[in-house]
């Protein structure tokens, strides 16, 4: 079998920001120790990623091996910030030879200040720093020269980066393809002469040849490299221009790849001007047109937003006991994606599922609409075990819902159930076996345990389910929005976690058909 590759498309702002906190959790999962190389994988990253070489000329004469997204990301002018267009990868810091021998005025502009992240991880990668770049004013309040002793016992350096993250960039860990980023010239981001908040303004922009050709020209790169395309990733805004253009572009893929898995996630921030009519009208028509064509020709359109409703006015924030956040976009993209690498976990592993065979099973009766729900983390007690913790939530479902006004109360037809980072060690406790509850009594691992609470809880459903043991890694540049009762592993824990202490997640998913 080959890679089965999937390409992401991410298309709006809001749309890479959510994308940014995924590829940057994918990238703190990556191995690589050599001595483990060989150790069992339970994630097939070869899916979502591509291995290249830079230009860089190595001892062996052979570029440095690189392993980048198959990413195509569509956002505005003015929208990068420090970022580079085509990257660093392939950056020979190479100018043309002016050739005109008349006077020249130079141009410059002044460069953009980096946050502290930023500074600490371009120092990391040996690239020079302007000191007049350096923004002393942003970053955590933790000194830089903590010592060896407290990176034993808190881990790696924290960051407090909410009044620092203005654009998607300004925390973007992993390193990007030349071709992977597609700026729309003819409009500035957070313009207010020339805006682009209407779906028709997105559809124009398909419309002008050459940057339908050169958008079109992207996509072919990166599938004609593929072994075995699975399909696509289509991460859409929703509420404004973008609308429109992701609604072009999967006509487009319809079109050009009709026998491939169109998976699209509609989005919409939780922090959008909503106080006229105006603002109110323009957001829910370009949202309903939106959500029309991307039923049509996506095999799967799941809407998500960290708003628990969108009709008429925005609702609040939907709410998770453990988490403390904000309704900034770096905030809440990253639950979004720390749900959507959990959910997508069972066709990007080692096994023989397909993206396809997710799409199908959901398409229930040719609905082509589903929601999704999380468990961000899984309420767990840290010395208890899984039993334990499933009989103390009662009747009470352990999930919220990030598709806005969808509580599924009632049993779907077809759900996707995925759990991750609870291994069977945790299974039960260490207590006589008579004292074991008789429901679970015969459940040997944390797979029969989910099968039972399932048959339990949906007894007129069909429940796919997976059991991952990889934890999800919630490292900087993630926002510190666990609750301190979470510790480092992400569990429930009495003593309150030290705000210096990173750590790991649990989490569980269900992504459930709409009937």
Request: net charge negative; with cysteine.
């Amino acid at each position: 079998m080959g890679s089965r590759e999937i390409i992401t498309l991410q298309i709006g702002h809001y749309s890479n920001f959510v994308g940014t906190h995924w590829w940057n959790i994918q990238e703190s999962s990556f191995n690589y120790d050599p001595t483990k190389a060989l150790e069992e994988k339970e994630v097939n990253h070869d899916i979502l990623w591509r291995e290249g070489a830079s230009l860089k000329i190595l001892h062996s004469n052979m570029g440095e091996i690189t392993f980048t997204p198959r990413l195509i990301a569509f956002d505005l002018k003015g929208s990068l910030k420090t970022l580079k267009q085509e990257g660093i990868l392939y950056d020979l810091n190479s100018q043309e030879e002016v050739k005109w021998g008349g006077d020249v005025n130079l141009h410059q502009s002044v460069p953009v200040p980096k946050n502290q992240y930023l500074q600490d991880l371009a120092a990391k990668e040996n690239t020079v720093l302007v000191p007049e770049d350096t923004d002393q004013g942003e970053g955590d309040d933790i000194p830089d020269d903590i010592s060896a002793k407290e990176e034993e016992v808190f881990g790696r350096k924290l960051y407090d980066l909410d009044n620092s993250v203005n654009v998607w960039s300004d925390f973007l860990k992993v390193h990007i393809h030349p071709k992977s980023l597609h700026i729309i010239n003819e409009y500035t981001k957070d313009s207010e002469i020339d805006k682009f908040d209407i779906f028709g303004c997105g559809k124009s922009v398909l419309s002008n040849y050459e940057t339908r050709s050169e958008m079109e020209d992207r996509i072919h790169f990166f599938t004609e490299e593929c072994d075995s395309l699975q399909g696509f990733h289509i991460l859409m805004d929703t509420f404004d221009g973008f609308g429109g253009l992701g609604a072009g572009l999967l006509e487009y893929l319809r079109d050009e790849f009709d026998t491939k898995s169109l998976m699209t996630f509609g989005l919409t921030p939780a922090d959008l001007p909503d106080s006229t009519p105006h603002e109110r009208a323009n957001r829910i028509l370009n949202s309903a047109i939106t959500y029309n064509s991307c039923s049509t020709y996506s095999s799967l359109f799941t809407p998500l937003s960290l708003a628990s409703t969108l009709w008429k006015k925005m609702g609040p924030l939907v709410t998770f006991p453990y988490l403390d956040y904000k309704s900034i976009p770096y905030h809440t993209s990253s639950i979004l994606a720390a749900s959507l690498d959990t959910m997508s976990l069972p066709y990007r592993s080692t096994g023989h599922m397909d993206l396809r065979d997710l799409t199908d099973s959901l398409n229930s009766l040719g609905k082509k609409v589903a929601s999704l729900n999380a468990a961000l983390p899984f309420p767990m007690i840290g010395n208890g075990q899984v039993v334990q913790s499933i009989l103390s939530l009662e009747d009470n479902l352990p999930w919220s819902s990030l598709t806005p006004h969808v509580t599924n109360q009632s049993n779907p037809f077809m759900q996707s159930v995925v759990s991750r980072g609870i291994t069977d060690l945790k299974l039960k406790s260490p207590l006589p076996y008579s004292k074991t509850p008789n429901e679970y009594s015969s459940c040997y691992s944390v797979d029969d345990v989910l099968q039972r609470y399932l048959e339990t809880k949906f007894q007129s459903t069909f429940s796919a389910r997976s059991v991952c043991r990889l934890h999800l890694d919630v490292l900087p540049p993630f926002p510190n929005i666990f609750s301190r009762n979470i510790d480092s592993n992400g569990f429930l824990s009495p003593v309150l976690r030290h705000l210096k202490q990173g750590k790991f997640s649990s989490q569980e998913t269900f992504l459930q058909c709409i009937m």
